[in-house]
């Protein structure tokens, strides 16, 4: 019985080594894989509206057939980088009129309404992730994180973290151009 | 030339260790002593070899060479002088030679103060650990060579990066390997117990004051760490359940465990093998922690650059020392049971309940740490394990231990008169329930679990400080006899009472931090004015400040309580033109009863920057500098305990120190 006993954190020990073993894969990059969507096609995903909330769901089929490329954006009402990304994306859909869409992650429905209409919404249409399923399918590492889709589907560029800053916003609009949403600046 | 030195000396440590890991073992099995002695001069050639090979790659980035890759990545010229330093130990290969510098220094200590082991014991001890010492070398010298030169060498450094260029993170790996790796003696005297068979008093006397340090450094070292991402990173939490946060809480709460378990193997005979299975798996835990950091297994954002290679080498470590380790446990543990029985009311019951619950806990923290690993392995989901869980089922746990620590020390070793024990306490617990009342009462809402864990916290802060008042008999003898008393109890009750009591000032710093935390976040412009926490903080703008090797936005906050000024807060914003990143200095002001933190975002958008607006994030958080306070007391109690006389080396126990004291001390 002792024998026993004592035997059980050498069995423990075994099964957790064996899928450290299965987790050293060098195929395997825990940060990287669902992020090798570039150039891939967006994953499906149908999300309902965010209720009290007078914007459509989002789904893949919404990203497809647009005449020019469109982003896609994953926020929350938590996120306190999204508050000042949102500032550069609304700036974005006046100005230069890119059409935005919204992912709403892991958020309260209150939360995000109240947020919205602080803030002003410049999202065309806005899915409630609430368990954060779309969220693993595009394969996020954090909020805030923006894609440029092209009109096939396909996903063109993965901008992680908040768009915030003269570095990250020239960075992002020349993702912008080189997709053919902005004109190519003179 | 130097590098090359430093490189030609790790192997021969590498030599000494193969041969400390063998000879003291022949030694010991057949009773020949100067095999077993060997063990001795071949730990100090050790410590002196790899102390060699440390100081040659310092000195290779203090005059900055840059022929040496390992400082061309890591290092700038432009550094100041203590980053250049620090940045010794910013990489993977660096501060792997740093944790085998101190694997050695540590197997140095043994040799140097372990006279009073015997001769068998201690040279088991020291080829334990030249084991050790055997397979970081080699991971070292065969995967990892700091020394390596880049030709042609880069006329400057692409710098450590920024968030690393700080005081209190320069030191926090230094304190963490100082803990890490001293439960390494702890786990070579477990294993040389074991292949000796037997365990008694004195072993577990000589076990603690090793595990007591390695508490103390390891506290203290993920006190800093703590300290720095509050600072540094300008949004003000102070823990996130990151994998390698929790990858270091682990031991630290094993070892926790073990330190409680030790005591009761030392004074009472009991709990023998788990306290060597303890000494087994913290050590484990801490190699877990180093496996973790640099294989790239777990997501998480402190990981060194990523090699399958070298995961798979430490993983061989890990499989030989852990595996190794547990099967001579399952095969030698059975037999060294017994010791002192006792009932369900006493110290040994209560310290079991420590334990349990200790251990317990680390087992959820390694679930929740690991279940993305299992996760993706059986199901091929991948998921992230966050706060909630780790709030939701480990804060629950730590209120009972909380409960039980303020009761233990009443309680006396076999039976305890549970009555007489509640008579002593109730006035304790008058007191925290009506200070409790009062702590609602002004502060008005919040959950009921803060309340009552703010219970339990005052609790225990009185209760420890009433066991410490019952000792010295304050208010029952004149005040001369009570100081009298204090003096001559053992410094281990003090520091037992600082160290439960700072836990308790650490769970107010906790509670308060996270439950009545305020929050603004705003976009402003010079002129204006946030309210939060009934202070007015005014935005005066920003001025552009040069540093060494940084450029800074600095911003100017009035901060006004009813129309008076209180303080001027100056938030940074760094930019580091060579490692092309930015920094966030936040800027706190620190009172006892809370901190009021502020940092700044340069502006996101171009109409934004013309009119000179910037995001301002200001918090308010109350008590969170009982947080450091309580970790302090935690390091001070641990290293008064640790200066006891009964822990010194080669002081003789007086038989008068040991009548004065029937209670025993921890």
């Known amino acids: 019985m002792k024998r026993a006993v004592a035997i059980i954190p050498l069995v423990l020990a075994v099964i957790v080594g064996g899928f450290f073993l299965w987790g050293l894969n060098p195929n395997r990059d825990p940060s990287e894989i669902p992020s090798v969507l570039i150039s891939q096609p967006a994953p499906s995903f149908i999300l309902g509206p965010v209720p009290g909330l007078d914007v459509q769901g989002l789904s893949r089929e919404n990203l497809l057939g647009n005449p020019t490329p469109v982003v896609v954006n994953v926020f929350a009402s938590w996120c306190v980088p999204c508050r000042a990304e949102h500032a550069v994306l609304s700036a974005l859909v006046e100005r230069d009129g890119v059409r935005l869409f919204g992912i709403n992650y892991k958020d309260q429905p209150v939360d995000a309404v109240n947020w919205l209409q602080n803030l002003g919404n410049p999202y065309e249409r806005i899915g409630l992730d609430l368990s954060g399923r779309a969220g693993i399918e595009w394969g996020i590492s954090g909020v805030p994180e923006t894609f440029i889709v092209g009109g096939d589907g396909t996903v063109l560029y993965r901008y992680v973290g908040p768009i915030v800053g003269e570095e990250a916003v020239s960075t992002f609009r020349q993702a912008l151009r080189q997709a053919g949403v902005l004109e190519e600046r003179s | 030339m130097t590098p090359e030195l430093g490189h030609f000396v790790l192997a021969l440590a590498l030599a000494l260790a193969l041969v400390q890991s063998t000879i003291p073992l022949f030694g010991a099995a057949r009773g020949n002593l100067l095999w077993m002695r060997s063990a001795r001069s071949t730990a100090f050639g050790q410590v002196v070899f790899v102390g060699l090979a440390f100081a040659a790659l310092m000195r290779a980035f203090v005059v900055s060479d840059f022929t040496v890759l390992n400082v061309a990545n890591n290092s700038h010229s432009l550094k100041p002088m203590i980053f250049k330093v620090a940045a010794t130990w910013g990489s993977h290969e660096g501060s792997l030679l740093l944790w085998v510098f101190i694997l050695t220094i540590f197997g140095a200590a043994v040799a140097a103060f372990g006279s009073n082991l015997p001769e068998t014991l201690r040279a088991r001890t020291l080829a334990m650990q030249a084991w050790i010492s055997v397979g970081f070398l080699s991971f070292l010298l065969f995967t990892s060579n700091p020394f390596e030169r880049v030709f042609p060498p880069p006329l400057d450094g692409a710098d450590l990066n920024p968030l690393l260029q700080d005081i209190g993170l320069a030191m926090h790996p230094p304190l963490l390997y100082f803990g890490y790796v001293g439960f390494s003696i702890v786990f070579s005297f477990a294993a040389a117990a074991l292949i000796e068979g037997r365990i008694d008093t004195a072993w577990a006397r000589w076990v603690r004051p090793w595990t007591l340090a390695a508490w103390i450094s390891l506290t203290a070292g993920i006190a800093l760490g703590s300290w720095w991402a509050y600072y540094e990173l300008g949004w003000g939490g102070w823990w996130f359940w990151d994998p390698v946060e929790n990858v270091s809480f682990m031991p630290w709460l094993l070892g926790t465990a073990l330190l409680h378990s030790a005591i009761v193997t030392e004074k009472r005979d009991a709990f023998k093998s788990w306290t060597i299975l303890l000494a087994i798996l913290t050590f ?240 402003v412009e010079p002129g204006t004015s946030v309210n939060i926490a009934g202070f007015d903080v005014t935005f005066e703008g920003v001025q552009r400040v040069r540093g060494p090797n940084y450029i800074a936005d600095q911003g100017t906050l009035r901060v006004e309580r009813g129309g008076s000024f209180v303080t001027a807060l100056k938030p940074e914003r760094r930019s580091y033109p060579v490692a092309q990143s930015t920094t966030t200095e936040s800027a706190i002001r620190s009172t006892l009863a809370g901190d009021l933190y502020a940092s700044i975002t340069e502006p996101s958008l171009d109409k934004a920057e013309e009119s000179g607006a910037w995001t301002l994030r200001i918090l308010y958080e109350p008590f969170v500098g009982l947080l450091w306070l309580g970790a302090a007391m935690l390091v001070i109690g641990g290293s008064l305990s640790l200066s006891d006389r009964r822990f010194r080396v080669g002081a003789p126990q007086s038989s008068k120190a040991r009548s004065t004291k029937p209670v025993a001390a921890e």
């Open chain 2, 284 to 523: 484990s835990l801490s190699l877990l922690g180093t496996f973790v950091v640099r294989s790239g297994l777990l997501t998480s954002v402190h990981a060194f650059a990523v090699d399958p290679e070298r995961g798979l080498y430490i993983l061989g470590l890990l499989a030989i020392s852990i595996g190794g380790s547990l099967a001579l446990y399952a095969w030698r543990a059975p037999m060294m049971e017994g010791g002192g029985l006792f009932k369900p009311i006493s110290r040994e019951a209560g310290l079991l309940l420590n334990n349990l619950i200790l251990a317990t806990a680390t087992g959820t923290v390694l679930f929740g740490t690991l279940y993305p690993l299992f996760l993706e392995a059986v199901s091929g989901d991948k998921i992230s394990v966050g706060p909630p869980f780790f709030n939701g089922a480990f804060v629950p746990m730590m209120l009972p231990l909380v409960f039980v620590m303020g009761l233990g020390p009443f309680l006396s070793w076999k039976r305890a008169d549970l009555v007489g024990v509640l008579q002593r306490v109730r006035f304790v617990v008058v007191l925290a329930v009506l200070a409790t009342l009062a702590i609602w009462y002004f502060a008005k809402g919040g959950p009921v679990l803060a309340y009552l864990s703010i219970l339990i916290a005052l609790w225990l802060f009185f209760a420890s400080l009433r066991e410490w008042a019952l000792r010295v008999r304050l208010f029952e003898v004149p005040l001369q006899e009570s100081i009298r008393r204090a003096r001559n109890l053992p410094r281990a009750a003090h520091g037992m009472t600082l160290a439960h009591a700072g836990v308790a000032v650490l769970m107010i710093g906790m509670i308060g931090s996270s439950v009545w935390k305020s929050e603004e976040i705003a976009f």
